[in-house]
Antibody, heavy 113, light 112 residues
Framework: EVQMVESGGGLVQPGRSLKLSCVASGFIFSNYYMAWVRQAPTKGLEWVAS????????YYRDSVKGRFTISRDNGKRTLYLQMDSLRPEDTATYYCTNPWERWGHGVMVTVSS | DVVMTQTPPSLSVAIGQSVSISCKSS???????????LHWLLQSPGRSPKRLIY???NLGSGVPDRFSGTGSQKDFTLKISRVEAEDLGVYYC?????????FGAGTKLELK
């Protein structure tokens, strides 16, 4: 069974950091580009970052560039999102996906003082 | 950024009815490899998104053939024939031709 399970979310103060993880199973993880997509409460979907299957190239939306870092460990079948200098507008449910065939269940990140 | 304009923003339908959703992009979505990376997703209430259609017209795994996608360049349509209760939710078009990847604002399909 294909599964992607995110973890690492929670409540964090503005300016602090959080690291999300997404463990994949049921498919050949190392064959796929991966991405993080977020959804603010009651809002639509927003692409955050992508990484190539080898991890050699990464791409970010402008609003997170320099603050977020996407990475992966193919041996552990795990995708990461290091989020630094968090802002209230980063509050959202974060999904990992291999655009867009499979999706995790999502993890909530709340940035608030 | 490529702007994806979906219409209508909401649809009220009866079970068994057929509906269409339009998605127009501000730039051509045809990539240099000749493929068009326009996809359709459905987010059912309280659930993660699910891919329905990829590259304009290819049905995702396990997706019933009541769903079909057409279009090219900047103009795309998702058609649902004979709507069923499980089809209710928010439909998004999404492009992965250009960075940043972008989504439409969504079309909410509700029961009449």
């Amino acid at each position: 069974e294909v599964q992607m399970v995110e973890s690492g979310g929670g409540l964090v103060q503005p300016g602090r950091s959080l690291k999300l993880s997404c463990v994949a199973s049921g498919f050949i993880f190392s064959n796929y580009y991966m991405a993080w997509v977020r959804q603010a409460p009651t809002k639509g979907l927003e692409w955050v970052a992508s990484i190539t299957n080898s991890g050699g190239s990464t791409y970010y939306r402008d609003s997170v560039k320099g603050r977020f870092t996407i990475s992966r460990d193919n041996g552990k079948r795990t995708l990461y999102l290091q989020m630094d200098s968090l802002r209230p507008e980063d509050t959202a449910t974060y999904y990992c996906t291999n655009p867009w065939e499979r999706w995790g269940h999502g993890v909530m990140v709340t940035v608030s003082s | 950024d490529v702007v994806m304009t979906q219409t209508p923003p909401s649809l009220s339908v009866a079970i068994g009815q057929s509906v269409s959703i339009s998605c127009k992009s501000s730039q051509s979505l045809e990539y240099s490899d000749g493929k068009t990376y326009l996809h359709w997703l459905l987010q059912s209430p309280g659930r993660s998104p699910k891919r329905l259609i990829y590259q304009v017209s290819n049905l995702g795994s396990g997706v019933p053939d009541r769903f079909s996608g057409t279009g090219s360049q900047k103009d795309f349509t998702l058609k649902i024939s004979r709507v069923e209760a499980e089809d209710l939710g928010v439909y998004y078009c999404a492009q992965t031709t250009h960075f940043p990847y972008t989504f439409g604002a969504g079309t909410k399909l509700e029961l009449k």
